[in-house]
């Protein structure tokens, strides 16, 4: 089976602070991708990256940036965390275009 | 900038209904997706749609797909509690890049 594992289920972090968020696969996909879920929103797409050392901005990558050193390694950096950015992330990866995508298990970040 | 869209956003049924959830969406594509998500766990795959009038179906549900009306449907038979979750829908318009609606919240009751 795949799998995606983000390194933390649960973060509390102060306004201000530098926080990572890491996410690992097992299955050699391509492609990972970093989401953001709020109630009634949905999941919207913060970054993505199709190779390593290659990133492309979603749809709300302000405040974000990604970085993908190693092929199935995929991190979210929130530079300055501010409490708009309270929110669950899943991180997915597929292993090409037009294949389903396979979840994590989350992170539920509160910045206080 | 492309919109999904479902319908309802809450559902509450009764065991042995059935009812119809909608996904509409703004832009072309044939390629969609739907994903189950139980109370504090992650997303899993259901179905993957790539085509114009492609049906999937897995035990009691099904899903549709019109890329002419820009629109897919996950149809529950005989509801049964254990398909109490949330479903979403997601469209790809450019290679594995998803847009996600906003949940349909199912609950079913005994």
């Known amino acids: 089976d795949v799998k995606v594992t983000q390194s933390s289920r649960y973060l509390v972090k102060r306004t201000g602070e530098k926080v990572f968020l890491e996410c690992v696969q097992d299955m050699d996909h391509e492609n990972m991708f970093w989401y953001r879920q709020d109630p009634g929103l949905g999941l919207r797409l913060i970054y993505f990256?199709?190779?390593?050392?290659?990133?492309e901005k979603g749809d709300i990558p302000e405040g974000y940036s990604v970085s993908r050193e190693k092929k199935e390694r995929f991190s979210l950096i929130l530079e300055s965390a501010s409490t708009n950015q309270t929110s669950m992330y899943l991180c997915?990866?597929?292993?090409?275009?037009?294949?389903?995508?396979?979840f994590g298990s989350g992170t539920q970040l509160s910045v206080l | 900038e492309l919109k999904v869209e479902q319908n309802p956003l809450f559902l509450s049924m009764q065991e042995g209904k059935n009812y119809t959830i909608y996904c509409n969406y703004s832009t072309t594509s044939d390629r969609l997706y739907w994903y189950r998500q139980d109370p504090g766990k992650s997303l899993e795959s259901l179905f993957v749609?790539?085509?114009?009038?492609a049906v999937k179906q897995e035990g009691r549900l099904m899903a549709s797909l019109d890329t002419k009306a820009r629109l897919s449907t996950l149809h529950i038979t005989a509801a049964v509690h254990d398909l109490s979750a949330t479903y979403f829908c997601?469209?790809?318009?450019?290679?594995?890049?998803?847009?996600f609606g906003e949940g349909t919240q199912l609950t079913v009751n005994p």
């Open positions: 990256s199709y190779d390593v050392k290659m990133k």
């Open positions: 997601a469209v790809d318009t450019s290679g594995s890049r998803l847009t």
């Open positions: 749609l790539l085509s114009n009038g």
């Open positions: 997915a990866s597929s292993p090409g275009q037009v294949e389903k995508l396979f």
